[in-house]
C-alpha cells in the first residue's frame, strides 16, 4: 500500500498533538510535518509535496479562502481537509467554493476526524453532519443567527469605532479584531463595515440579546448553583446547555466564549463549576483557567478538549483545573458526576 503523507497546519501546538495522535495509526498515512502559520505552510507545500494538507485555516499571517484558492492553483491534486471551530455558513461555503476537499470540525469525535482523513485521500469529498445539517437549512431559507461576540462587533461598528478602538474595548489585538470582522462579513455575506452596518440596520432584530445572565444577588439565593461553560463554539455551548440542564435541572447556566467574557461572570456571580475548552479561538483555554483560579479558587475548573493530549493535561492541572476530559466522554451522567462533585466541595 502507497504511503500518503500529510502535513498538519494549525497555531494551536495542543490541537497538532490531538490531530498527530488520533491519525497516527491510521494505515497508510504518515504525518511528515506540523507547521503553525501561513508563511511555514506555503513553505513546507513548496519543499516537501504532502499527499494531503490537513489545516486549521485561522492561522496567523494566512487569508483563509485567498490562500486556499492560491495552494490548490499550485498543487491541483493535493487533496485538502479543513479542521476548524468555526461553522460560519459563508466561512463553509466560501473555502469548499476554494477547492478544499473536506471541512470538519473540531468538536466532533475522534473516530470521525479518523473517517474524514480516510475519505478525504480515498477521494471523496467530506463534510461532517452537523455543517450538512447547517447547510441544508441554509438552503431552505433559515435565518441567520449571531454570536455574542460578532453582536458586540457589529455594535462597535454601528458606533463608527475602527479596529484600534474596538480592539481596546474588547481586550483583544488589532489583528484578532481583523480575523473577526472577516469572518463577520463572511458569514453575513458582505464586503466591507459599511455593508455590515447596513445589513444590520435592516435586521436589527440580530442584534437582540436572550436572556441576561443572573446577577450576583441572583446567585446568592438559597439554593441556587452557577455553572460556566466556556467555549468560542455556540453551537458546542448550546449542546452543552441542554445536556446539563436535562442532568440538573436546578443549576444556573452562563456562557461566555473567551477569556475577557468568563472572567467578568467569575467576578459577577462566582460559579460553583467552570468547563473550559482548551482551544478558545485564538486564546488558550488554559490560560484562562488560571485566570479564574487565581481569582476564585474555591471554583472548580473542568478543561476539556476533542483532542487531549498528555502534556496539556499536566498543564491544565498545573494551572489549577481539577479534572481535563475528552469532550466525547462530556455526556449527562459524566456533567452530572461533576456537578454533584462541585456542589458539595
Known sequence: ME????LLADDHAVVRAGIANAIADLPGVTIMGEVGDG????AALAAQRPDCLLIDVTMPSFEPIGDIGHIRELYPDMKILVVSAY?????VQGLLGAGVNGYHLKDQPLSDLRLAVQRVLAGERWICSPLVEKLIRLREGAPVTLTERQRELL????EGLDNSAIARRTDLSVKTIENHLTR?????GVQSRLEA????????????RGAAPPSAREAERPGRHMLLIVDDNVRYRTQLRRMVSKAYPSVTICE?????????TVHRVAPQLVLVDVVLGDENGIDCARQIHAHAPSTRVVLFSAYPDREFHRQGLQ???VAFLDKKDLDAAALRELIDDALTW
Not at 508563511?39 to 506555503?42: S, T
Not at 455594535?155 to 454601528?158: F, I, K, M, V, W
Not at 452596518?197 to 437582540?208: D, E, F, K, N, W
Not at 461566555?256 to 467578568?264: F, P
Open 87 to 91: 461553522d460560519d455558513d459563508a466561512y
Open 3 to 6: 504511503t500518503a503523507r500529510i
Open 39 to 42: 508563511p511555514a505552510v506555503l
Open 319 to 321: 494551572a489549577g483545573a
Open 197 to 208: 452596518v447596513s445589513y444590520i440596520r435592516q435586521h436589527p432584530a440580530l442584534l437582540g
Open 256 to 264: 461566555a466564549e473567551d477569556t475577557r467574557g468568563a472572567m467578568q
Open 155 to 158: 455594535a462597535c461598528l454601528q
Open 184 to 188: 463577520l462579513y463572511r458569514h453575513l
